[in-house]
């Protein structure tokens, strides 16, 4: 049954064109102006890309410091032990501890965003693999959130360093910034994690890597993307 659409978001829709492609700049200029919630929407990218993620050496996945943050709080949570709890409080993490969070978590508590953990930890943190795993909340080395350093590593999740992965369709879902963002604000962040995505193109990815790239906001239609000529640009 198809979804029913309100009639704000019907008017608003009329102004995307659903059979064209846009440039990156005309998109990202074109999503602020599809506002219907009552909120400030969040800009979303969503790409599916030439991979095969059952295959480890098409797998894609890493980090970026998007310039202007994501406009969103992060809770972040530090698996540490030692002088590496206070290093990460005074980082900004909203929690830093080790058992006792181990613990919680145990028993359902998941007020938080990410988890950042130092090596040390690791092996305590495996027996919440099926816990924080099916969240995509494991701690991982490849997305920077398993660090001897972990107030670097503190700092920019909470600046807006996001960590990205391929699901098992090929596809990547991430935030990238406010509806109330400046567009050129947009326009950099969106550049910046384009570029992270093109430079870790798989050595066995065959054919177009971007298959398709649309924005769009929280509650708002999709605007897609010309991926031919936006590879150009990247």
Avoid: C
């Avoid at 979804?3 to 492609?21: P, Q, W």
């Avoid at 909203?94 to 007020?111: C, H």
């Avoid at 990547?172 to 550049?191: R, W």
């Avoid at 929280?218 to 150009?232: E, Q, R, V």
Wanted: no cysteine; aromatic share 6%.
């Amino acid at each position: 049954m198809a979804k029913k659409r309100g009639k704000k978001y019907l008017e608003i829709a009329k102004l995307v064109d659903k059979t064209k492609l846009y440039t990156a700049s005309e998109a990202l200029e074109l999503v602020t102006k599809t506002r219907t919630a009552k909120f400030v929407e969040t800009v979303e990218v969503a790409l599916r890309l030439g991979v095969d993620p059952r295959h480890a050496d098409q797998q894609v996945r890493g980090t970026v410091v998007l310039p202007h943050g994501t406009g969103k709080t992060v809770r972040v949570l530090a698996i540490t032990q030692g002088e590496n709890i206070d290093k990460a409080l005074e980082a900004g993490a909203d929690y830093a501890g080790a058992d006792e969070y181990i613990t919680k978590i145990q028993q359902g508590w998941f007020e938080f965003d990410i988890v950042i953990a130092t090596p040390d930890m690791m092996p305590k943190l495996g027996r919440l693999g099926r816990i924080l795993g099916t969240k995509g909340l494991m701690p991982n080395p490849k997305s920077g959130t398993v660090t001897a350093d972990i107030a670097t590593a503190v700092q920019e999740f909470k600046k807006g360093k996001l960590a990205f992965r391929v699901d098992k369709l090929g596809s990547i879902h991430v935030p990238i910034g406010k509806a109330d963002f400046e567009v050129s604000k947009l326009e950099e962040n969106f550049k910046a994690f384009m570029v992270e995505i093109n430079r870790l193109k798989p050595a066995a990815s065959k054919g177009q890597y971007l298959r398709t790239v649309a924005v769009s906001l929280t509650m708002g239609p999709g605007i897609k993307i010309d991926p031919i000529a936006l590879s150009k640009e990247l």
